[in-house]
Nanobody, 121 residues
Framework: QVQLVESGGGLVQAGGSLRLSCAAS????????MGWYRQALGKERELVAR???????NYADSVKGRFTISRDNAKNTVYLQMNSLKPEDTAVYYC???????????????WGQGTQVTVSS
């Protein structure tokens, strides 16, 4: 059984910082793409930042220069450092990863349960 567990969300004032973590656990053979998405109330889920299959990074224009994605392959963990937070960053943040289980042949997409980030003005 493979699962993604996020942590690090919370309430912060505008201009503050938070660091999100997402750890993949279970019977994992390998992990390909890992990244962060968010969904604000009444809006569609959107990409925040991700590692591509070749290790490059993609960022949403709205977070460039403020957010940084990083990963620790030894720990199967991806991080999202969020600085200069704005009220419009308020959303539920989800981790997503393409993982090949030990018992499987193909990569499957997994999502975490989400962590709430609230930025007050």
């Amino acid at each position: 059984q493979v699962q993604l567990v996020e942590s690090g969300g919370g309430l912060v004032q505008a201009g503050g910082s938070l660091r999100l973590s997402c750890a993949a656990s279970g019977s994992i053979f390998s992990i390909n793409v890992m990244g962060w998405y968010r969904q604000a109330l009444g809006k569609e889920r959107e990409l925040v930042a991700r590692f591509t299959s070749v290790g490059n990074t993609n960022y949403a224009d709205s977070v460039k220069g403020r957010f940084t994605i990083s990963r620790d392959n030894a720990k199967n963990t991806v991080y999202l450092q969020m600085n200069s937070l704005k009220p419009e960053d308020t959303a539920v943040y989800y981790c997503k990863a393409d993982i090949r289980p030990i018992t499987g042949t193909y990569y499957r997409t997994y999502w975490g349960q989400g962590t709430q980030v609230t930025v007050s003005s």
